[in-house]
């Protein structure tokens, strides 16, 4: 696998840089922008010409949207003028990036616009790949994605790994199953070790939520078999209750309900049971909203949906003693004012935030946690679980087929800059565009 780091970027090269920003247009974490800033910044100043591309939302439930605000954001970090440029994959979107000048950075169209990105479409990889000569992938939290543009660029032009996107892999080792000790408190899963980091020591636990369907089919599947204990909420809790013989309501089971089933199944027959935190009370909300904290043994209403739950006692002494505890997803509707398990756990670990570990975005932007967190969501569980994500493997076969020096500049000189109605400048946040 080829490092960026290791590469000198020369005046005049044509870089395609796939970040994993997916931040709305609040920005209420940053996190996945800034982790690319100094490469972006790296590649600028040595006068290389940089198409940026990046993803939010997604087009299969229509929340993908264009990315104008980020370019401002980027704008004022990077020091730097950073266009947006709302297309990616059009003649016209290779024309624009062959006419950016030495130095220059634009932020192309959101590639979740187009549905052929998460479904990793080659034809639109090969599009995508009209932006440049060379692609540098960062964005940690996409690492186990499969899309076009991420592990489908590397099938068609030699790739780099960028510095946060090995950073946050690195930092993530001390966290794997077998390693001997937990990260420091800090800022990311690197920081500084201090005195209420217990590492290794004492029990390991897990705690899964959110939605995704890897947080059962990697995160479940693979926590049961290294971690004392796994405190399932979300989507997770919802689908082993229901493949249990609980009565579970409207409470939602995901994207994937049959395949969580399935892993669910998998997991209760190789475990009995043992180690899964299966909680005696549940909190539901009905029709109109009106939360209820309801025995689970008694079933939940045909009308009412699984919220939150309430840790058992022994789960709760368990989590202050443990040595090492990962948070990957809220395990109830915390951001709808669900916070019973979340207050629980992280109450218990006020002690020993060292040993805590925070991942995902929407994990780390909704609790209030200053430890140790990563970027990564079903990433980070992939990379902890089996060691590795789809894209350094892809990176790693990429480096192994690939000559590493396309053309150089001086054979596609980079022209004046176009006329103002040649390359859309920047647009105002909030406008409007339609490239779809």
């Known amino acids: 696998m080829r490092l960026l780091a290791d590469h000198t970027p020369a005046p005049g090269e044509r870089w395609i840089y796939s970040a994993g920003f997916n931040a709305g247009p609040a920005l209420a974490d940053t996190g996945r922008i800034d982790v690319e800033l100094a490469d972006l910044a790296r590649l600028s100043d040595a006068g290389a010409r940089t198409a940026l591309i990046s993803h939010q939302g997604s087009a299969k439930d229509g929340s993908a949207r264009h990315l104008d605000y980020l370019a401002d954001y980027l704008s004022g970090r990077l020091g730097r003028p950073v266009r947006y440029l709302p297309e990616?994959?059009?003649?016209?979107?290779?024309?624009?990036?062959?006419e950016l000048l030495p130095g220059e950075i634009a932020l192309f169209g959101n590639t979740r616009l187009d549905p052929g990105e998460e479904r990793g479409d080659p034809e639109l990889a090969r599009a995508l790949a009209g932006l440049g000569d060379r692609v540098a992938i960062g964005g940690f939290s996409k690492a186990h994605r499969r899309h076009a543009?991420?592990?489908?660029?590397?099938?068609?032009?030699?790739?780099?790994?960028?510095?946060?996107?090995?950073?946050?892999?690195?930092?993530?080792?001390?966290?794997?199953?077998?390693?001997g000790s937990g990260a420091g408190s800090g800022d990311s899963a690197s920081g500084d070790a201090d005195g209420d980091a217990t590492g290794g020591a004492g029990p390991s636990v897990?705690?899964?939520?959110?939605?995704k369907p890897e947080k059962t089919l990697i995160g479940l599947r693979g926590l049961t078999r290294t971690h004392h204990l796994v405190i399932p909420g979300g989507v997770v809790l919802n689908t082993l209750l229901a493949v249990t013989g609980h009565r579970i309501g409207r409470s939602e089971l995901g994207s994937d309900p049959e395949g969580c089933a399935r892993a669910a199944r998998e997991v209760l027959a190789r475990t009995g049971g043992a180690g899964i935190h299966l909680p005696r009370v549940v909190v539901a909300a009905g029709p109109d909203g009106a939360?209820?904290?309801?025995?689970?043994?008694?079933?939940?209403?045909?009308?009412?949906?699984?919220?939150?739950?309430e840790v058992q006692p022994g789960a709760v002494e368990l989590l202050r003693r443990a040595g090492r505890v990962l948070v990957a997803g809220t395990p109830g509707r915390h951001a709808e004012g669900n916070r019973h398990a979340a207050a629980a756990v992280l109450a218990a670990r006020a002690h020993a935030p060292g040993g805590t570990l925070l991942l995902g975005g929407d994990t780390v932007a909704e609790l209030p946690w200053d430890g140790p967190r990563s970027t990564g969501g079903g990433s980070a569980l992939q990379y902890l679980v089996e060691g590795t994500c789809a894209v350094f493997e892809a990176l790693a076969a990429n480096a192994a087929r690939t000559d590493p020096t396309p053309p150089r500049p001086g054979t596609d000189p980079a022209p004046p800059r176009p006329r103002s109605d040649a390359i859309p400048y920047q647009s105002r946040r909030g406008a409007a565009h339609d490239d779809r």
Request: charged share 20%; no cysteine; aromatic share 6%.
């Open 88 to 98: 990616n994959s059009t003649a016209r979107a290779r024309a624009w990036a062959r």
């Open 149 to 179: 543009s991420n592990t489908g660029l590397l099938d068609h032009l030699p790739g780099w790994a960028a510095a946060g996107l090995v950073g946050e892999a690195r930092a993530l080792d001390p966290w794997a199953a077998g390693s």
């Open 206 to 211: 897990a705690v899964l939520g959110g939605v």
């Open 291 to 309: 939360v209820r904290h309801l025995p689970l043994h008694r079933g939940v209403p045909d009308d009412h949906a699984i919220v939150d739950f």
